[in-house]
């Protein structure tokens, strides 16, 4: 009886030792795939916040004056106009544009003015789509198509259908940059034939144009 009880003891105790070593072996291998994940989760962000800052800096050629809409919601002007020094000299056109920088408080930053062959180029990033508007004292909205609705925005049937999230809309000529493709344009606008994600718009000022992505 003695013999057999040890014997049982025994086996018993080998029981425990081999659930003991799968449980370990189950943690292990759980903690690995926790690691694992946590890594890919950590490149994959990496690798899209570098393109973001990439995509940002590196910008198309830009010749006309520009409206860029960034996918975060960041809004970026590049102005560019001609410029007559006889008119108005560089000190007292730039002593303006930081004057009109400092009243926005702050929503409203600059990369510098450049004057090159007569054109001067201005460069404006913006914390929202009101902050264009009054910068520019022109209407500018650059929001989602629900929120446009919202405040009082009347969209007709065919833009609605067209199935875009977000708008745009300009009283002014100039080129929307958007972050997806251009679904649909209102007004005096057409889509470049070249990028899909760039409208051409030469409504006159004061008549309003959109596009929706």
Same mark, same amino acid.
């Given at each position: 009886m003695a013999q057999a009880s040890n014997s049982y003891n025994r086996s018993r105790q080998k029981r425990k030792r081999r659930r003991k070593k799968r449980t370990q072996v189950i943690i292990a291998r759980l903690i690995f795939a926790v690691f694992i994940v946590t890594l890919v989760t950590l490149i994959v962000l990496g690798v899209n916040k570098i393109y973001n800052t990439i995509s940002e800096s590196v910008s198309p050629e830009v010749t006309v004056t520009t409206i860029n809409v960034a996918k975060n919601g960041t809004i970026k002007e590049t102005i560019i106009e001609e410029f007559n020094p006889g008119f108005y000299d560089e000190g !007292?056109?730039? $002593?303006?544009? +930081?004057?009109?920088i400092d009243a926005a408080g702050g929503s409203i930053r600059s990369d510098g003015i450049e004057f090159d062959d007569g054109v001067a180029t201005l460069t404006l990033k913006y914390d929202s789509d009101d902050d264009v508007a009054a910068f520019n004292d022109e209407v500018f909205y650059a929001d989602t198509i629900d929120s446009l609705i919202d405040q009082g925005v009347n969209f007709d049937s065919e833009a609605v259908k067209a *199935? *875009? !999230?977000h708008a745009v809309i300009v009283s002014e000529a100039l080129d929307i940059r958007c972050p997806k493709k251009i679904l649909y344009t209102g007004g005096?606008?057409?889509i470049d +034939? $070249? $990028? +899909?994600?760039?409208a051409h718009c030469t409504t006159p000022d004061g008549t309003l144009a959109f596009v929706i992505y």
């Open positions: !007292s056109l730039k $002593d303006d544009v +930081e004057k009109r *199935g *875009g !999230s005096a606008v057409t +034939e $070249d $990028d +899909e994600k760039l």
